[in-house]
């Protein structure tokens, strides 16, 4: 019997995200290799590199940027492209120009037109590329589909969808850090909703036609404070934690510490005189309310979709966790933290016209909930086949498929700015066609 072939793998920007997947790929070395990683940090890349079996480390190439590897010949069958949002397109371009399949993280692009201009180039190229909506992996949401698909409910009539994103959470990463301002990365509902607006997509099974939106920017502003204080909270007087959005935790609590992971690469080993240090500089180190800011805090969205189907999504800091309750023709769904933490189970089914709830099982998964609820796990496991042996149309989160939940972001974005009921159709014809910029 012939050996298997392995998927050999580049890293393009190393950052935890790209990291978190080479470290679960060397957990399967008979499907993968690594050949190559690129980051303007070093650590990063030898941090990839050691992944690799101790006997293949000194043959994996290592480069100190995307466009250093990308002037080399494909090195590899697939890139995995960790970049940040604004750097998206031309690293994805590149890599299918020269022969790359992809792994590219979320969003597809810092602006739409980019995310469509990359689908057609997909097509065009014959290419693959996988997009990290690592949700569509989890037990979870797997198991919420088949319930969907079993028929079990009915027709689905409407839903309605909620991300809590966690108070401290929107602050390290939406008010302090990479995507605090949209205007150098993407919308709220982009950066961190791209995945609820490709799952409801996903579940519904069919395409979303319009969206209306309204969220504001309330709490996490200068306005909030009662009286003036240091823009940094190193140069605070009162107590550590005394404000909840203290930056001083980072060094002090541990669910703090967690995050300082995703943007210190010394968090584990470095003091907290050291850490002190770094947040007398760094974007971290800034007092939650005096930031450049410019995200919602808080939004909701209404949809329409194929059919007459319609639904709500709300988006808010506020919460942690998501949760949903999908309702049809013959039953209805409540599923999500809530429901595990207040009852009656994680996902529970209640028919309409007699009959007891069920509370429903989730699917096994062999990480259980390790990484965004098994769902990175769940992508590496699939990414192979996605590769190598499925048609494109049965890819699990092809861009051709992710896109569509791209142009329902970015078009709730425009809902929420102009306070129009936006058509989607009419909306990504503008865009792709340069008439509308987003």
Not at 92 to 103: I, T
Not at 304 to 325: D, P, Q, S, V, Y
Request: proline share 4%; glycine share 8%.
């Amino acid at each position: 019997m012939s050996e298997q072939k392995r998927l050999d793998l580049a890293g393009i920007g190393c950052g935890s995200r790209t990291r978190t997947y080479m470290k679960l790929a060397m957990e399967m070395p008979d499907k993968y290799r690594i050949v190559a990683a690129a980051d303007p940090v070093p650590v990063r890349t030898e941090a990839v590199r050691d992944f690799a079996p101790e006997s293949e480390r000194a043959d994996v190439k290592m480069f100190a940027s995307a466009d250093e590897i990308l002037a080399q010949p494909k090195l590899a069958d697939v890139a995995i492209i960790g970049t940040q949002d604004d750097y998206h397109f031309e690293p994805c371009k590149k890599a299918l120009e020269l022969g790359y399949n992809v792994l590219l993280e979320k969003p597809i692009s810092k602006t739409l037109r980019e995310a469509l201009i990359l689908r057609d180039l997909t097509n065009e190229l014959n290419r693959r590329v996988a997009v990290c909506h690592v949700l569509r992996y989890t037990p979870f949401y797997r198991t919420l589909k088949k319930i969907i698909e079993s028929g079990e409910i009915g027709e689905i009539m409407t839903f309605n969808a909620n991300e809590g994103v966690g108070a401290w959470h929107f602050a390290h990463s939406f008010v302090r850090g990479h995507w605090g301002n949209s205007k150098t990365s993407t919308p709220m509902i982009v950066a961190k909703c791209c995945h609820d607006m490709d799952i409801l997509y996903w579940l519904m099974g069919r395409k979303c036609v319009s969206v209306a939106s309204f969220g504001e920017l309330s709490f996490f502003t200068k306005a909030t404070l009662n009286e003036a204080r240091p823009d940094r909270c190193v140069d605070w007087t009162t107590p550590v934690g005394e404000d909840p959005y203290d930056a001083r935790k980072y060094a002090t609590a541990e669910d703090a510490k967690r995050w300082l992971g995703m943007v210190y690469d010394r968090y584990e080993t470095a003091s907290e005189d050291e850490i002190y240090e770094w947040l007398k500089t760094s974007p971290w180190g800034r007092d939650a309310m005096q930031c450049d800011n410019d995200q919602p805090d808080h939004q909701v969205s209404i949809m329409k979709f194929e059919g007459g189907l319609t639904g709500t999504f709300t988006m808010t800091a506020f919460e942690e966790g998501r949760h949903i309750e999908i309702y049809g023709t013959k039953g209805k769904i409540r599923a999500g933290v809530f429901y595990k933490n207040n009852g009656p189970g994680e996902i529970s089914v209640t028919p309409h016209f007699g009959g007891e709830t069920r509370v429903v099982e989730l699917e096994d998964s062999d990480a259980g909930y390790q990484g965004h609820g098994g769902g990175d796990w769940g992508l590496m496991c699939a990414l192979y086949d996605d590769m190598l042996n499925v048609p494109v149309e049965k890819m699990t989160t092809s861009i051709q498929d992710s896109a569509h939940s791209h142009v329902m972001a970015f078009a709730t974005e425009h809902a929420r700015r102009t306070g129009q009921v936006v058509d989607l159709a009419e909306f990504e014809r503008l865009v792709l066609s340069g008439n509308l910029s987003y």
